[in-house]
């Protein structure tokens, strides 16, 4: 699976931004999916994940009811809604997936290119 991130940009502490990341092939639907980020200077870190039917998702505590991961399988396209923003959550944002959500969680096999996202105090 290719996976094509975009929605990243300058914002605003207090901010929202959408991240997407549209999959290539027909078997998206099959895939859990996650975000993670890198910030300048430290490891890319999870931020989110989401299994294959919407079911479960999780969550780093650091976004936890500022973030929202969700997804639609008709489109092979999962979304990392971020509202109020923060300056720490500046970074790059990466999409990921793989088989189970467990891996995507831990070690996903699929990565997209980044998006930066840059959070204004």
């Known amino acids: 699976v290719q996976l094509q991130a975009c929605g990243g940009g300058l914002v605003q502490a207090g901010g929202s931004l959408r991240l997407s990341c549209a999959a290539s092939?027909?078997?998206?639907?099959?895939?859990?999916m996650g975000w993670f980020r890198q910030a300048p200077g430290k490891e890319r870190e999870f931020v989110a994940a989401?299994?294959?039917?919407?079911?479960?998702?999780d969550y780093a505590d650091s976004v936890k009811g500022r973030f929202t991961i969700s997804r639609d399988n008709a489109k092979n396209t999962v979304y990392l809604q971020m509202n109020s923003l923060k300056p720490e959550d500046t970074a790059v944002y990466y999409c990921?997936?793989?088989?189970?959500?467990?891996?995507?969680?831990?070690?996903?096999?699929?990565w997209g290119q980044g998006t930066l996202v840059t959070v204004s105090s």
């Open positions: 989401i299994s294959w039917n919407g079911g479960s998702t």
């Open positions: 092939g027909r078997t998206f639907s099959r895939y859990g």
């Open positions: 990921a997936a793989d088989g189970g959500f467990i891996v995507v969680v831990t070690s996903p096999r699929y």
